[in-house]
């Protein structure tokens, strides 16, 4: 992400989702903290949003711990509430 030149306009409109677990080891939230960061400050008027979920693994995020899937679910019945009726 830090070698994408800022001089080459992306231009991005869409909200954009990201979903974290504070125990992935693929992609571990360091480096989507980075991403997100980057993101509002090359285009502030996006519309980024953040899950961080607590003991999920990468492959499975959304079923494997209990607490975690009633956050990822709460979570996108939220982005569908505000973007999409």
Do not use: G, W
Not at 44 to 66: C, D, G, I, T
């Amino acid at each position: 992400v830090e070698n994408l030149s800022p001089s080459v306009p992306v231009a991005l409109s869409a909200p954009i989702a990201f979903i974290t677990s504070k125990i992935d080891t693929r992609v571990p939230p360091a480096h989507t903290a980075r991403v997100m960061a980057l993101l509002a400050e090359r285009q502030p008027h996006l519309r980024l949003h953040h899950l961080e979920l607590q003991k999920s693994n990468h492959s499975a995020m959304a079923v494997s711990n209990a607490a975690d899937r009633d956050a990822y679910i709460s979570f996108l019945e939220n982005l569908y509430d505000r973007y999409c009726k």
